[in-house]
């Protein structure tokens, strides 16, 4: 939908959790019958299916890799985890005493030797400047440590705007990003924007909306999110969704009611693009960028 407001864009950053790594820990032989004990240091290497007590890491000779120090993948079952196959890591299952003892030296992609995620991290943009009229060419963020930085495909500017100087969209609060900025006649690709973060993370979610209630809207189906292994959607795609929002919608009239938010949960995303689809692609507001 082109319905458009005079308002500001920014730049984003990503957070990244560390533990230490005892560089003395060394990884016991794999032993020749999977052991269930929860306070066992048995290393289990080629298992799909972890057993009780047991967390999947992602092993490097030396506690070394390309990226980081060895790491946890999570407690997930089956299939070697992409991020750690990419980087020529073994994932193999230890106890969690293992786990805490070094073998998983940085709580990379959100999940700790217990098993458990980390704190979500939320990029509400509600620190950030407004961009006026001109936008900016980057919108940059960064909380609890994690940066994101964020720019459109083909390098026209994003915006930062206030939706809510008139309560229109009371969720989205003072700041949230728009993609007006761009050409007349962009393809849903170049149109994009592009989220990168500064270190990766295990799943990832942004909610959109339009204001809606304007001669010109359009429908602005399919709105989709991918998953990326690498910066600036590179590496592998680790996964998709994709989100209609169609004409019917919009925050003029439905306030809240209008957002729709797309979710991606896999682990090692180190970036991400959204675009939109109809005759305005991408045009469309941006908040709540949630990730783990």
């Known amino acids: 939908m082109r319905a458009l407001l005079t308002s500001g864009g920014v730049v984003l950053v990503t957070t990244v959790f560390v533990v230490g790594c005892r560089r003395e820990s060394s990884l016991p032989a794999a032993p020749a019958a999977i052991s269930t004990s929860p306070s066992g240091t048995n290393a289990v290497v080629g298992q799909d299916v972890g057993q009780p007590g047991q967390i999947r890491i992602c092993h490097f000779r030396g506690h070394e890799g390309p990226v980081s120090h060895d790491f946890v993948t999570g407690v997930q079952q089956g299939e070697e985890p992409a991020v750690c196959n990419a980087e020529g890591g073994l994932?193999?299952?230890?106890?969690?005493?293992?786990?805490?003892?070094?073998?998983?030296?940085?709580?990379?992609?959100?999940?700790?030797?217990?098993?458990t995620q980390s704190a979500s991290i939320t990029f509400d943009f509600e620190e950030l400047a407004l961009g006026g009229n001109s936008g900016f060419p980057a919108i940059i963020s960064t909380k609890s440590g994690l940066t994101l930085t964020v720019t459109r495909q083909d390098g026209s500017n994003i915006n930062i705007q206030n939706l809510n100087s008139t309560p229109?969209?009371?969720?989205?609060?003072?700041?949230?990003?728009?993609?007006?900025?761009g050409p007349n006649?962009?393809?849903?690709?170049?149109?994009?924007?592009?989220?990168?973060?500064?270190?990766?993370?295990?799943?990832?979610?942004?909610?959109?909306?339009?204001?809606?209630?304007?001669?010109?809207?359009?429908?602005d189906s399919p709105v989709v999110l991918t998953a990326f292994s690498g910066p600036n959607h590179t590496g592998t795609i680790?996964?998709?969704?994709?989100?209609?929002?169609?004409?019917?919608?919009?925050?003029?009239?439905?306030?809240?009611?209008?957002?729709?938010?797309?979710?991606?949960?896999?682990?090692?995303?180190?970036?991400?693009?959204?675009?939109?689809?109809?005759?305005?692609?991408?045009?469309?507001?941006?908040?709540?960028?949630?990730?783990?």
Do not use: E
């Open 91 to 115: 994932a193999m299952w230890v106890s969690r005493d293992a786990c805490n003892d070094g073998h998983a030296a940085i709580n990379r992609l959100g999940t700790t030797c217990d098993g």
């Open 168 to 181: 229109t969209v009371p969720d989205f609060g003072s700041r949230n990003m728009s993609n007006f900025l």
């Open 185 to 219: 006649g962009a393809t849903p690709s170049a149109a994009a924007l592009v989220l990168n973060f500064s270190a990766p993370v295990s799943s990832a979610s942004i909610s959109f909306g339009d204001l809606g209630g304007f001669q010109t809207d359009d429908d």
């Open 238 to 292: 680790l996964g998709s969704a994709s989100v209609n929002y169609p004409i019917s919608l919009g925050f003029t009239f439905q306030g809240n009611g209008a957002i729709r938010t797309a979710t991606v949960n896999v682990a090692g995303i180190q970036s991400l693009t959204i675009s939109g689809g109809g005759p305005f692609p991408g045009t469309l507001y941006f908040d709540n960028v949630i990730v783990h």
